[in-house]
C-alpha cells in the first residue's frame, strides 16, 4: 500500500504537509486535539439505535432499516469504511425489500465525529445511490461540516495504516 493511500487525488501541496505532519510526529496530536470525544456506542444495538434516530431526524420517508451492525470483515484498505445494502426478498406474494448498513469495526474506537460522518454517509445511500451533487449536500444535510470529516478521517486512516507498517 502507498504511503498517503487514502490521499490520492488531493493536490501535491496538501500531501506535501500530510507527509511532514507524519514525519514531525505532529499528526495524532492535531487529530486528538481536533476530535477529542469517543462514543459510547459499541454495540450492535446501539448503532442501529444510533442510526435510526439520525433517520428519523433527517430522512423520515427514506425506506425503513432493517439492519445495523459493526463488521469486521469489512476491508478498510480497499475504501469500504461501511456497506449499505438493499437486499430483495420474496415474501408471499410480495417482494420485499431490507435496508441493510454495515460498519467497520474500526469505528468502535474512532472518534464520534467519524462514526456520524460515516452513518451519515451510509444513510444518505438510502435516497441517493450514486456519489454525486445531491448525495455530498444531503450528507452535509445531515453533518454540516461532512467535507472536513471527510478529509480528516483519510488523514486518521493514514495515521493507523503508518501505525500498522511501522
Given amino acids: 500500500m502507498s504511503e498517503l493511500a487514502y490521499l ?22 492535531h487529530l486528538a486535539r481536533k476530535y477529542p470525544d469517543g462514543h459510547a ?39 469500504a469504511l461501511g456497506l449499505n445494502s438493499a437486499i430483495s426478498r420474496v415474501q408471499g406474494g410480495k417482494l420485499t425489500a431490507k435496508n441493510e448498513i454495515r460498519v467497520a469495526s474500526l469505528f468502535k474506537s474512532a472518534p464520534a465525529a467519524f462514526l456520524a460522518m460515516i452513518v451519515a454517509h451510509e444513510l444518505a445511500h438510502l435516497k441517493e445511490r450514486n456519489h454525486d451533487k445531491a448525495f455530498y449536500q444531503l450528507c452535509c444535510h445531515m453533518v454540516p461540516d461532512y467535507m472536513q470529516l471527510e478529509f480528516d478521517l483519510r488523514l486518521y486512516l493514514t495515521l493507523q495504516a503508518q501505525n500498522v507498517l511501522d
Avoid: T, W
Fill in 8 to 29: 490520492r487525488g488531493y493536490p501535491e501541496s496538501v500531501l506535501q504537509q500530510v507527509r511532514r505532519l507524519l514525519a514531525s510526529g505532529e499528526l495524532a496530536g
Fill in 41 to 79: 456506542v459499541q454495540s450492535d444495538k446501539a448503532l442501529y439505535a444510533y442510526a435510526q434516530e439520525m433517520k428519523n431526524r433527517f430522512l423520515r420517508n427514506a425506506p425503513p432499516l432493517n439492519k445495523v451492525q459493526y463488521d469486521s470483515r469489512i476491508n478498510v484498505v480497499q475504501n
